[in-house]
Every structure is written in structure tokens, then in C-alpha cells.
């Protein structure tokens, strides 16, 4: 069964930065695409940065410049993310395709991690 552990949320001020990572376990097969799903308050779950193998990456407008996607393996994502706005605040999930190239189609999804910004 596969599962993925995210970690590195947490509570800063406006300005600061945070590193989201998640590993997977259960799986001897790389993840093809994986990325990074947001939900804040009372709103619905979008996509905030996505990557397909390692190289190929997508990020929402309010994200660009300021957010970095990054896999260190086959089975790990990381979402470095700077110049943090109240706006960013809420439950990040890590979702990751077997096989898909669209992140979209997860197949598997961490347990979420909470960031809050506050002004």
C-alpha cells in the first residue's frame, strides 16, 4: 500500500518561507507525476504546483516566482516556498500519480500539512 508522509508546515510571518516535503513508501516504482494541492478555509482544494519526472513543472499564477518544485528521487517532492502571503495559508496535500501524467488523477494523497501565514 502505498502512502505519502508529508512534513515541514508550520506557522510563520508574512515574508518568510516554508519547505514542504513528502516521501512515498510502499511503491518500488517511480511516481510519475506528483505536486502539491491546497485548500484553504472554507474553500476548495486547487492546485498549487505539480512536476511530471523531473523537469517538467506547473504552478498556479499566485505561486509563480515565488514557489519552486523540486524531486530529489523518484518517490519524493519538495515545495519550497517563499515570499509567503496570508493568502497562502491552509492544508497542503501531496498527491502523486503511478503512472498518469496529470497530477489531477492522483492516485495516492498525503494526510495534508498545515501552513499558516499571518500578517
Known amino acids: 500500500q502505498v502512502q505519502l508522509v508529508e512534513s515541514g508546515g508550520g506557522s510563520v510571518q508574512t515574508g518568510g518561507s516554508l519547505r514542504l516535503s513528502c516521501a512515498a513508501s510502499g511503491t518500488s516504482i517511480g511516481l510519475r507525476a506528483m505536486g502539491w494541492f491546497r485548500q484553504p478555509p472554507g474553500q476548495q482544494r486547487e492546485l498549487v504546483a505539480s512536476?511530471?519526472?523531473?523537469?517538467?513543472t506547473n504552478y498556479v499564477d499566485s505561486a509563480k516566482g515565488r514557489f519552486t518544485i523540486f524531486r530529489t528521487d523518484a518517490w519524493t517532492v519538495h515545495l519550497q516556498m517563499n515570499s509567503l502571503k496570508p493568502e497562502d495559508t491552509g492544508v497542503y496535500y501531496c498527491a502523486a500519480t503511478q503512472y498518469s501524467l496529470d497530477v489531477n488523477r492522483a492516485d495516492y494523497w498525503g494526510q495534508g500539512t498545515q501552513v499558516t501565514v499571518s500578517s
Open positions: 512536476i511530471v519526472d523531473y523537469r517538467h
